[in-house]
């Protein structure tokens, strides 16, 4: 019996859409460690949202007394309301009418090609999302370091771009779009050059996936701050409601054993307790020379996944040091895992809510297929992680 769309189309879900939870799952290190839930996750005029209580403050109902002297007066725990919406997330994958005749007239050729798009689009989805992890929520894939009028400029880093992805230029907040559907055409370690014609650019502007701009995850680097409100939660009013920063105002330093020791303590005092250190590439080498300096040799620990790292041995026992790739240089991120949530709704699925995942292109011999997840990363306590910044590479 000929293959047919329909045909095409169960064969394809049953295949890809349970190898892309799989891969998800075990090929990316931050998104691996995350706790995936739908707790709190709940519909709403508007969308879809993430709602949970956060404890701020404690009892102020107590003290001692004299004989015969008042009680105290009465006090209560102080909690505070978080909400955040989630984020709409897509992926898709096109193939042409004449590809989708292989179907019936060479399955094998057709299974090679669905092959080579599938997995290819899995890829992309879990990378993009661990860069996401590591993010603000306005998407920035790269920050420019220094005004120009070009089609070249000078970024802060470049490991998450990639040749061929389309991009839009904005300004530092993602509100304002200053060039839109470039092409990044050559990436070098310290600049990226975009299709078509030279822009003005300011420090502080941002290249973003072309449509994406202040629609991602609300990742790291807005959570794990000193300041600024998160999740409809202001430190103004609640000033638990923030995480240790330890930075030198731009200007890379060595990184050191007392560093890595001061930012634990100071998450420690404040209730938090760190289940592991995540850095770059580079960072790790930093770790690691410090170790070699100080001849001082350190284990590895492994951990789910099969991923391995060095470890930082304090009073309250060893802590994994991890490399991801997706993590900007420069840092260290401690962090509480049981303490960040991978919201989500469903996993990733196939949009086939009319009754088929394929959909013809108007005007074109082509078909779609288009995957979704709607998602956010959360914390319930903000002040149990902490970041050291400016740290040296090795």
């Not at 990044?184 to 941002?206: H, R």
């Not at 209730?271 to 930093?286: D, L, Y």
């Not at 391995?308 to 895992?337: A, H, K, R, W």
Request: net charge neutral.
């Amino acid at each position: 019996m000929p293959a047919t769309m329909t045909t095409v189309s169960a064969l394809t879900k049953e295949i890809y859409e349970g190898s892309l939870r799989k891969q998800l799952n075990d090929e990316a290190v931050a998104l691996k460690r995350l706790e995936k839930t739908t707790e709190g996750v709940t519909s709403d005029v508007g969308g879809k949202y993430v709602t949970f209580p956060i404890h701020t403050t404690r009892n102020a109902g107590i003290g001692a007394r004299n004989e015969l002297e008042q009680l105290p007066n009465a006090g209560q725990q102080g909690t505070a309301a978080a909400r955040v919406g989630l984020k709409y997330l897509y992926g898709r994958v096109r193939l042409s009418g004449q590809t989708m005749e292989l179907a019936s007239k060479n399955s094998q050729s057709f299974m090679s090609t669905l092959d080579l798009e599938m997995n290819g689009l899995k890829d992309d989805l879990r990378k993009d999302q661990n860069r996401q992890v590591y993010g603000d929520g306005i998407g920035g894939v790269h920050r420019i370091t220094a005004a120009a009028t070009t089609a070249t400029p000078t970024v802060a880093h470049t490991i998450w771009g990639q040749i061929g992805m389309q991009v839009d230029i904005t300004d530092s907040t993602g509100v304002t779009i200053k060039a839109s559907n470039r092409q990044i055409t050559a990436i070098t370690p310290t600049t990226v050059t975009f299709s078509g014609a030279t822009q003005a650019v300011v420090i502080g502007d941002l290249i973003t996936r072309t449509g994406s701009s202040t629609k991602e995850w609300t990742g790291l680097s807005k959570i794990v701050q000193s300041s600024g409100q998160l999740y409809n939660v202001d430190p103004s009013t609640t000033p638990v409601w923030t995480s240790e920063v330890d930075s030198n105002s731009g200007v890379n330093r060595a990184l050191s054993e007392g560093l890595m020791i001061n930012m634990i303590d100071r998450i420690r005092t404040r209730g938090g307790k760190t289940t592991v250190i995540f850095q770059s590439m580079g960072v790790r080498r930093a770790y690691f020379n410090l170790l070699t300096q100080q001849r001082r040799f350190t284990g590895t620990t492994k951990f789910d996944g099969g991923f391995s790292g060095l470890t930082f041995t304090t009073d309250l026992g060893e802590i994994p040091v991890v490399v991801d790739p997706d993590c900007p240089p420069n840092m260290q991120y401690f962090l509480n895992e049981n303490e960040l949530k991978w919201y989500r709704e469903a996993d990733w699925s196939f949009m086939d809510r009319d009754g088929s995942m394929w959909q013809r292109v108007i005007d074109f011999d082509a078909y779609d297929a288009i995957m979704f997840q709607y998602s956010e990363l959360g914390t319930h306590r903000r002040n149990s992680h902490g970041v050291i910044q400016d740290i040296t590479e090795g």
